[in-house]
């Protein structure tokens, strides 16, 4: 199996310790591993491509709608509906 090259950067010393410093916050062992995970991270999107399809536009203008008309929900009626969404695109995510 063939390596993988390894390259280095640069870092200033405020840099190279506010990195460090954030690695231990979040758990890395070191500098390197947080670096490598921040930059795969910023190179997955936010939101998925599909994430305002048809239907998701049209919910969200069905909301606006019943906001406009008065029809609120409660905050746990928004939670229990935003844990149904989330889990819904979370099982779609999976196929």
């Known amino acids: 199996m063939e390596k993988t090259p390894m390259h280095q950067i640069q870092l ?3 840099v190279f310790h506010t990195a460090q410093q954030r690695a231990l916050e979040f758990g890395y062992s ?5 670096v490598t995970a921040m930059i795969r ?3 997955e999107p936010t939101l998925p491509d599909d994430f305002f399809t048809p ?3 049209k919910e969200i203008d069905e ?3 019943q906001a406009d008309a008065g029809l ?7 939670d229990q509906q935003l ?3 989330r889990q819904a695109w979370l099982d ?3 196929n």
């Open 83 to 85: 844990a149904e969404h």
């Open 63 to 65: 909301a606006v709608a």
């Open 30 to 34: 070191n500098v390197d591993e947080y």
């Open 72 to 78: 609120l929900l409660t905050s746990e009626q928004v």
């Open 92 to 94: 779609k995510r999976k």
């Open 55 to 57: 239907e998701r536009l």
């Open 41 to 43: 991270e910023d190179q």
């Open 12 to 14: 200033s010393d405020d």
